[in-house]
Structure formats: C-alpha cells, structure tokens
C-alpha cells in the first residue's frame, strides 16, 4: 500500500528503474498525446434512437467490426452524474494514505473492494505500472454498496447512481448489438451480463512519461466495456499497426468489445488491444465498467451466425475458465483465446 503512485508522486524523480519498460513497449515520444495520429475512432449519436434506430445500430456494428471501439454521445446519462462520480474517485485518490486506507477498510473476507497500484502481482511483474486502481463489483447494489469505500462522504451516493446509469446504457448497447447480429434481442440478459465491475485508474503526474505506462497492452477479457475517461487523453487503441488517441469528448462514453463478444459473435465483432500512457503534467483517471459474466456462465458462439460459410470458430467454455486461462498469463494478448480456438 505505501507504494502507491498517488502518494510518492512529485517526491520520486527521475522515474525509477522499475518503471522503466522494455524499449520495444514504451510509447516513446508518442506519449505526448497531440503528436499522435488522431483518432477517427467513430462517435456515435444515441440521442436518436426514435427515428434512426437501424442506421444506430448499423454504426455501432462497423465500428465495433472495424475498431473494436466507439465513443456514444447523447447516452442519456446526465453530465452531471458522470461529474459527480469523476469527482469522488478523484477525491478518493488525493486522500492521505491512511484515510484511503480506513476508507476501503471492511471486515468483508472476500474482500470485493480493493486498492492497489500497478497490477494484480505486483512482487512478480518484472516492469511496474505508474498507476493506482481501485476496484470493486457494483450489481447488485444493494449487496455490494455497503462494502464500498466510505470516503469521501459522497462516493456511495454518487457512484451508486452512475454505476446504476451506466449499467443501463451498456444493457441497452447490447440490445442493439444483439439485434443488429440477429440472435434475439434477450441474448445478453441473465448470466452473460450478471456482474458489472468497475476498476477506476488513476495516472498521477509522471516524470517521464516515454519510458513507462499506465497500463500496457491488452484487450478486456469481459462482454463489453464503458469507460469514463474525464478530460485529459491518455487512451490509445492499435489499429494497423499503429497506436491512436482515444481523444476525450465532453461528456462522451468509450465503448468497447471484451473477448466474450467477439467469441458468442464467432469473431464478427473484435476486441482491439489498448493502453493507457501517462503524461508529465496533469493527473488522469478513468473508470471502465466491466460487464461480465458470472463465472459459470457458459460462453458460445450463438447459433445464428454459424452456417456453412461461417463456420464456429471458437469452442464453448464456462466463463471461469476463460478467466482463469486470461490471469495466469497476464491478460498476454497473443494466447487470451488459444484455448478456446477450433
Ligand atoms: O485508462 C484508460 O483509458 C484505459 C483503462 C483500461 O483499458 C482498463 O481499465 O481496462
Ligand atoms: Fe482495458
């Protein structure tokens, strides 16, 4: 706990030798965001589903063909709930050390609230992360809420509501994905979309952001992803070979494809692999909403896109599995869907 970025950062200079990653992973000067391809990750317009709902849907599933992400604006959930949640994590992390401490201090022995820096291992990684993360499950709310942290004052109320906002705008993304692929509008309710996770971010101020990351490269194991990505850039996406900037928008949500979509997809949708890069000036934070499967859900392509032509490309498998799978080899992007390949 004493190493977290949030409470060392502005006395550690230079950045340590155990941030610094390989050359071959660190961003190099493309950290300085500006400098990087802008992205043409496609924005898509929410607000009028009443007229337009087969072109929303059409956009929703190149993109997520194409890029394995989007942004939406005009979600529905007011400016003012995703603030509010902004502002408690960000006061969550400015606490002092003790008080973020007793804030998560809980005598669940589950322990669903965590906080940690870098990754899950952190005595094993051979680089570590410039970045702090505080996580814990948020469906149902009433079982979990009560474990959250209790400081600041506000974060049950404000997170509460944002986590209940969000969940509804994921479900009902999922709605026009499951109709836009045609394999029933209820394919995402029950057990494939039974958790949401939130793991909030948070990059303090690095004294050389070329040489290490936030949060190297992976793709999400889970369905799909929201993410709050405030206003300071950070979010990269590999495209061709490339890395572009997830430019922040006003008010506008990330979206994006987990491997469990693009598996019951049988590969039609793609999960893309991402990072998030620090920077020397300004703190950033982000919060991704992971919508997930309980862990004995069992995970297949769906029967409607596997013809002759479409042949099943991936097995079935319980969610557990997958995770599993996924942890022991460090979310490594390369062999995450091997063992479920046909
Ligand atoms: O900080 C970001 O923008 C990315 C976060 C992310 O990819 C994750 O939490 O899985
Ligand atoms: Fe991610």
Same mark, same amino acid.
């Given at each position: 706990m004493e190493k977290l970025v949030s409470n060392w950062y502005g006395i550690v200079q230079p950045l340590p030798e155990n941030y610094i990653f390989p050359p071959d992973a660190r961003p190099g000067k493309l950290s300085t965001a500006p400098s990087i391809p802008n992205c043409n990750i496609p924005v898509i317009d929410l607000? $009028?589903? %009443?007229? =337009?709902? =087969?072109?929303?849907?059409?956009? &929703?599933?190149?993109? $997520?063909?194409? *890029? #394995? @992400? @989007?942004?939406?604006?005009? /979600?529905?959930?007011p400016d003012a709930s995703l603030n509010d949640a902004m502002a408690v994590f960000k006061e969550f992390f400015e606490l002092p050390l003790e008080d973020k401490e007793a804030s998560i201090h809980s005598d669940d022995p589950n322990i669903v609230c965590k906080l940690y820096t870098s990754g899950v291992n952190y005595d094993w990684e051979p680089v570590h992360l +410039?970045? =702090?993360?505080?996580? /814990?499950?948020? /469906?149902?709310?009433?079982? *979990?809420?009560?474990? +959250?942290?209790?400081?600041?004052?506000? !974060?049950?109320? /404000?997170?509460?509501?944002? $986590?209940?906002?969000?969940?509804?705008?994921?479900?009902?993304?999922?709605?026009?994905?499951?109709? %836009?692929?045609? &394999? #029933? $509008?209820? !394919? *995402?309710?029950d057990g494939v979309t039974q958790q949401t996770l939130l793991y909030v971010n948070y990059y303090p101020p690095c004294p050389d952001p070329s040489l290490t990351l936030g949060i190297s490269k992976h793709c999400d194991p889970q369905l799909i992803t929201i993410l709050l990505q405030g206003d300071v850039s950070g979010l990269q996406v590999f495209k061709d070979g490339e890395w572009i900037g997830v430019e922040p928008l006003s008010h506008g949500l990330v979206v994006n494809i987990g491997h469990q979509l693009q598996i019951i997809s049988n590969g039609k949708l793609k999960c893309a692999e991402h990072r998030a890069v620090t920077n020397s000036s300004n703190a950033r934070m982000s919060a991704a909403f992971f919508i997930t499967p309980s862990?004995?859900? !069992? &995970?297949?392509?769906?029967?409607?896109?596997?013809?002759?032509s479409n042949p099943q490309l991936y097995k079935g498998f319980q969610y557990k599995e997958f995770s599993a799978h996924f942890y022991m080899n460090q979310g490594n992007t390369e062999v995450a869907l091997e063992p479920f390949k046909l």
């Open positions: 607000g $009028s589903q %009443g007229h =337009d709902r =087969d072109q929303i849907i059409q956009k &929703i599933l190149e993109a $997520s063909q194409e *890029f #394995g @992400f @989007f942004q939406v604006i005009n /979600h529905g959930i +410039w970045r =702090d993360i505080l996580r /814990h499950p948020c /469906h149902p709310l009433e079982k *979990f809420m009560p474990l +959250w942290p209790k400081q600041p004052i506000k !974060y049950r109320e /404000h997170v509460g509501k944002c $986590s209940t906002q969000v969940r509804k705008l994921a479900l009902s993304i999922l709605e026009l994905i499951s109709e %836009g692929l045609g &394999i #029933g $509008s209820q !394919y *995402f309710n862990p004995d859900c !069992y &995970i297949e392509p769906a029967a409607a896109l596997i013809n002759a």
